[in-house]
């Protein structure tokens, strides 16, 4: 296919969350080589999710062939798909260290942390109420927060620091009589920046308040033991780790109550009732047993090519940065999710670099969000004090485990020409680079 047909075919497809990006031009002038169109990417955005790992696709195919019992009947088709969930239910406790009957499966990370914030919430007898979050959070946090406060809960959204990490002296600094609830991500999904989850929970426990975190891009990547971090609440999802979609978990530690969000029968220990989506949690008890043994030599080979990946753009292309901190681990723990880098490009939007990139055959992502039909750059990177501009020059890479020395190769070739080229259409460089960038 051709550079102005694959151009304008491609010209319809991007339609970003509801907004319809305006970047006819781009399409023209970027060749759709490299990789056969449309059909092979080199895959850079796997904190938006994975692919089904091989092994976890075959552990699900029996149940939704000839195992398609109702875990919550008695008969034997009933109860092998119990068992099912059951051997699942022990494979993901295993992953986060903590019992299976602190386990609940639910439809995924958004529906655990809302389950665990309006429910925590919503439970708590106090006449006034009081949330401590972050700016930080993901909109599957933010969107129940604001929900609360509609109901006369107040929320505390606690700032972070330039390089992305929240402060726990700040969540210290907020805490209230009238405080229930105190949340804070684990990894960030954007930046990657790995929160002092540890700390913050033991302010909380300090304080008699109950803390949750949403776990969704650490779990099944970097070791999380919320016994360790001490987190009384923590979601997970399938998908993230190489499990399928629409499956998740919500960590419970024995004893918390939260009031359910939905009422009906065949409850998943009383919180979250409904047939349980029997293959999809088998699948995610085969990722989280594949992520329980591959995890430390997993982590370490993405952190290397991630790293690479990272100081060569920066060696090739001026005026790129990197969004948050660099330091990987501090006292034997990450501090920075082994596969994220968040980088700038001064003078480039976000989207554009995005979609030409897409154009080549790399899939990676921004950060930013759709509102009111525009696009809106990343509520994170504001919250790290950059400017608008700069929020919508970033673009995240985020490698997985089927990434390669080659692919990163990929990228490499491909990023700075694509790079001077954006910037060439760019009206916002600045006359003393005009000239090397046309070149
Ligand atoms: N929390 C974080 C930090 C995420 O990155 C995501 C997904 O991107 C979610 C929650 C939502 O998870 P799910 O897609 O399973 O609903």
Redesign the pocket.
Known sequence: MGRLSAGLLHSLMYNYRGCSIPLFFIFLDFPCGGLEWNTMSLYFDH??TTPLAPEALEEMLPYMRQDYGNAASIHRPGQRARAAVEKARAQVAALVHCEPNEIVFTS????S?NIAILGAVRESGKARKHVITSVIE?H??LRPCQALEREGVEVTYVPVSADGFVEPDEVRKALRPETVLISI?HAN?ETGAVQPVKDIAAIAREAGVLFHS?A??STGKIPVDVTGLGVDLL?M?A??FGGPKGV?ALFVRQGVRLLPLMFGGMKELDTRPGTENVAGIVGMGAAARLATENMDQDAQQLARLRDRLEAEILKRIDRAGVNGARENVRDGEWRRMPNTTNLYFDFVEGEALVIALDLQGIACSTGSACSSGSVEPSHVLLAMGLSAERARSSVRFSLGKANTEQDVDTVLRIIAPTVKRLRALSPRVPAEMRESVRN
């Not at 995924?108 to 529906?111: N, R």
């Open positions: 904190n938006a995924g990370g958004t529906e942390n993901h599957a946090v991500m999904n949403d969704v891009q979601s999802s998908h993230k998740g």
